[in-house]
């Protein structure tokens, strides 16, 4: 095989990874980016009036892939930074969960909207599995 | 990564022919080497996968 062939390989596999589901009238897209505790990412995307909106379905917030949200520092640090570099909205349900969301009236941003919030969802949940610093180890005297 | 779905295993390359992932540095790893990657509406229960969870929810 040669370099372009193995780069056709690479881009084959790849995109063979996408899925869909349709769940009521939200598309569920499967994206072929995975998390470091072993989920792939889902995103649905629906229309509203004249806006295409991209949600992360309120996953995140409830622990569908299988970590905490946390509200240490140094995490909430990292979260605005995602947020704000991917410039991702949010909104809470009648239940109080947390919808990560961006939108859009062009159908072609679609692709890079869902992009930035993929990868908003990967690093989030990724880093949600850090075990950071608390206060009281942080209180804890230093061994002599 | 070894991918949880079978049906990714026999999957072929149109142009090369060979099964996907089937390449030489493969070949010499077991299957235990390598972690699952699970589709999470896979493991929802059935009235949660019909549900659309965008709806009742006014994005602003």
């Given at each position: 095989m040669n370099l372009l062939e193995i780069f056709t390989d690479i881009k084959n596999a790849f995109s063979g990874l996408w899925q869909t589901k349709q769940r009521g009238n939200s598309l569920e897209i499967i994206t072929p980016y995975a998390t470091t505790n072993n989920r792939f990412v889902s995103v649905f995307l629906s229309k509203q009036g004249d806006d295409y909106v991209i949600s992360d379905g309120g996953w995140l917030n409830s622990g569908v892939y299988e970590v905490a949200v946390g509200e240490e520092t140094c995490f909430l640090k990292i979260l605005y930074h995602f947020q704000n570099s991917f410039e991702i909205k949010q909104i809470a349900n009648a239940e109080g969960i947390t919808y990560y969301y961006l939108k859009t009236a062009n159908a072609i941003d679609i692709p890079s909207k869902l992009f930035d919030l993929t990868l908003f969802i990967q690093n989030i949940v990724s880093v949600s599995e850090i075990a950071f610093e608390d206060k009281e180890e942080k209180a804890k005297p230093l061994m002599s | 990564m070894k991918l949880a779905e079978n049906w990714w295993d026999e999957m072929r390359n149109p142009i090369t022919g060979f099964k996907v992932g089937s390449h030489k540095s493969n070949?010499?790893?077991?299957?235990?080497?390598f972690p699952e990657i699970k589709i999470m509406s896979d493991t929802l229960g059935f009235k949660m996968t019909k549900e659309d969870p965008n709806q009742n929810i006014t994005f602003l």
């Open positions: - | 070949t010499r790893l077991k299957d235990d080497d």
